[in-house]
């Protein structure tokens, strides 16, 4: 014999027992989500292109960010790294550099190689490049020691090569290049090596320069089939014209500025098809700063990452007086420059940092420091600057970097604001790669 059931009371237990349920399931959860192994930088400022600088807590699992978030719980079972007020940025990217070493004038190049300087680079917190141009072979073999942990470095993202004319630009350093003539040639070529899984491709088109260039329909054909293996290309150019053409046959960025003004309809243009400048202002522009600001080379982080004898050089009484009297037209050429540059930022085309360290008045890592600076005396906010050389370089090739959930766990803090004085993302307390502390200035952190 059933007895009746009072619905009300049943409604009530029923509803105990689910919310008894879920709430031990949330406490299981919550309990569960972190893990002895997380390190938790607590007390700091993080940079997000979108919304500037935040105060939030970053924890990283396993090389990468496992969350963004407001607190930790009072039971946290990870490591816990107190910032201190201090501001954290994403790794640095350099978007286009020649990783044999630095130009030394009137001595003997430091030229470490491409292992020692993605070893020395992270120093200045730059924590991935992209090598435009050296030995294929080569490349390949250090991309590959960097990427099994064979050494701890910047990451190596390369073009392995560079496509150019016989005897074009990219020819004249005694290293192996892959020279094309036709579209046959484009094709066959871009085929080989994209089995080598290069990270982006390098396309030398200068039909105006002195020395040979390939042609247009041979650029065109380097584009179309660098897109169906699904790599951007990245192009050199020297004149207003090349960006024309490179827009036209839709490369995906062009680096270096062309000199003299800037055409009027060009940024526009640039910005509508997407295509991505990378300036260099620092091999464009800093030479005159190399030579004649003396506060350049006697930032403290030169020297830590070059030998005396490439600062010394640019003060060698021989060559301060060659350039002497030309100081002030290259001021006025570079204002030429700074204006081009401008008229981009302002028409909303994407500007990544790049340097093309390796030349004259570069200096591996350093220059990344100096492209940001530049970049503002251009017209940048240090906020555009820094996702610059971060966030929006990361996003051209294909990786996530920052301080989101999935983020790859490279970062920088510094000690002061960029946001006030760009020149402070120099000032550098620590570098993490890969989630581990690799550069340490001064610093304290506890375990709680």
């Known amino acids: 014999m059933f007895l009746p059931i009072n619905l009300k009371y049943l409604t009530i237990i029923v509803f105990s027992v689910l919310l008894f349920g879920c709430s031990s399931g949330q406490i299981e959860t919550n309990q569960n989500v972190y893990s002895v192994q997380d390190t938790a930088y607590v007390n700091g400022h993080f940079f997000d292109p979108k919304n500037g600088f935040e105060n939030k807590v970053i924890v990283v699992r396993d090389g990468t960010v496992f969350t963004k978030t407001e607190t930790l719980p009072d039971d946290f079972p990870g490591k816990k790294i107190d910032l201190q007020g201090k501001w954290g940025i994403p790794g640095l990217i350099d978007m286009h550099t020649h990783s044999f070493g630095n130009f030394i004038p ?209 003060r060698h009484a021989d060559l301060i007086a060659k350039y002497k009297d030309k100081q002030a037209k290259f001021r006025e050429r570079n204002a030429v420059t700074f204006s081009s540059v401008n008229a981009m930022i302002n028409a909303g085309v994407r500007v990544l940092v790049g340097t093309d360290s390796g030349n004259w008045n570069t200096i591996q890592g350093y220059s990344v420091h100096r492209e940001m600076k530049l970049l503002v005396d251009a017209g940048m906010s240090p906020h555009q600057a820094i996702a610059s050389a971060t966030t929006y370089s990361a996003n051209f090739l294909g990786i996530k970097s920052g301080f989101n959930e999935g983020d790859k766990a490279n970062f920088v803090i510094l000690n002061a604001s960029p946001s006030k004085d760009i020149m402070n993302t120099q000032s550098i307390s620590h570098v993490i790669k890969n989630g581990n502390i690799v550069v340490q200035n001064s610093f304290n952190d506890d375990k709680s």
């Open 106 to 314: 009137y001595s003997k190049n430091d030229a470490p190689g491409t292992q020692a300087v993605s070893e020395r680079v992270l120093k200045a917190g730059v924590t991935g490049f992209v090598d435009l141009f050296g030995d294929e072979q080569s490349l390949i073999d250090v991309r590959t020691k960097q990427r099994n942990g064979e050494f701890l470095g910047a990451d190596i993202y390369a073009s392995l090569t560079c496509f150019t004319a016989p005897k074009g630009h990219c020819s004249e350093y005694g290293i192996a290049t892959r020279t094309v003539t036709s579209v046959a040639d484009a094709v066959r070529e871009m085929t080989e090596l994209a089995a080598q899984e290069p990270d982006v491709i390098k396309i030398v088109y200068q039909p105006s320069d002195d020395q040979p260039s390939i042609s247009k329909e041979v650029f065109a054909q380097l584009v179309k089939t660098s897109k169906q293996f699904g790599i951007k290309s990245i192009v050199h150019i020297k004149t207003w014209q090349d960006i024309r053409d490179a827009i036209e046959v839709g490369a995906s960025a062009v680096t270096h500025v062309p000199r003299g003004e800037i055409p009027k309809d060009i940024p526009a243009l640039m910005a509508k098809a997407g295509v991505v400048m990378i300036p260099t202002l620092t091999i464009h522009t800093d030479f005159v700063n190399f030579l004649f600001d003396p506060t350049v080379l006697d930032a403290p982080l030169t020297k830590e990452l070059v030998p005396d004898a490439l600062i010394s050089a640019y």
